[in-house]
């Protein structure tokens, strides 16, 4: 499993404001611990008093010390600790797992995280269909979340499908017009590049909102049916080639801050 932490990202990934502000707080040290998954705090207090905490290189004594997380040196075992807010991952999603944080049945995508990162609590900031693989966003941070999702921003969101027939130049200028599902709604235009046509043909689609199974459904009302969907870029944030179906990675610091914007 790929998890390539992004250290500091926090500095970079907010508002000018609101770091210094942030940098500034200061947070009680079993709360910050606790955040990233040390322990409870009742472990935490256990920690402290073995001595195995300490905070700018002088053991902690109260866990409920005051610390200020970005700046001052943690450690628990000699071993450093990252202090994050949230948590930014991108997972290329593999087929025939939901894009869901629990289900009574079938397995989700947050059963594929390490603990290390379970704790924070992310989410899928969006969805695809059990059958999709690609590109998934998932993060604690529902802000962020909410911005990528929103039916106003028009976020482009683009796929590589295999589709059961010839694709033809009408299927583009369809794409580009909109297409009305069986529903009666018209969607937003869209774009269609032919990678590959012939009986099974290869395409790149970029469509401005997320009806649900929306390519599909568009394909359907031309009379052609997707056999497989992958999602590979979502705004700034492209699926990193390097990541096999089911791996993930914490976000770089230059991708959270261009997908921020
Ligand atoms: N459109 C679909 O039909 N399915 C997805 O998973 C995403 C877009």
């Known amino acids: 499993m790929k998890t390539r932490p992004c250290a500091m990202m926090f500095f970079v990934n907010q508002e000018k404001e609101s770091v210094s502000q942030m940098k500034k707080k200061s947070l009680r040290l079993d709360k910050v611990l606790s955040h990233v998954g040390i322990g409870t705090r009742k472990e935490i207090k256990k920690l402290v008093k073995a001595g195995r905490v300490r905070v700018n290189d002088e053991p902690a004594t109260d866990p409920g010390m005051h610390v200020f997380p970005f700046e001052d040196e943690i450690e628990v075992d000699h071993r450093p600790v990252l202090y994050r807010e949230h948590i930014y991952l991108m997972m290329n999603k593999p087929q025939g797992v939901l894009s869901a944080t629990e289900d009574a049945v079938q397995e ?144 770089t610091a230059e991708e959270l801050n261009k997908l921020i914007k």
Do not use: C, W
């Open 108 to 251: 989700v995508v947050t059963d594929l995280l390490e603990p290390e990162h379970r704790v924070f609590s992310p989410f899928p900031a969006g969805r695809l269909d059990k059958d999709t693989e690609g590109l998934l966003l998932l993060t604690s941070d529902g802000k962020l979340a909410h911005q990528l999702l929103s039916p106003k921003k028009h976020i482009p969101k683009v796929y590589v499908a295999d589709i059961e027939g010839e694709v033809t130049d009408n299927d583009i200028h369809a794409f580009q017009t909109g297409i009305t599902l069986e529903d009666g709604y018209t969607t937003m235009p869209g774009d269609l590049h032919i990678l590959h046509a012939g009986p099974r043909s290869t395409v790149e689609i970029t469509i401005y909102e997320g009806k649900f199974h929306q390519i599909k459904r568009m394909f359907r009302a031309l009379g052609k049916k997707v056999v497989s969907l992958k999602r590979i870029r979502m705004g700034s944030l492209e699926l990193d080639p390097d990541l096999a179906p089911g791996e993930y990675r914490e976000l």
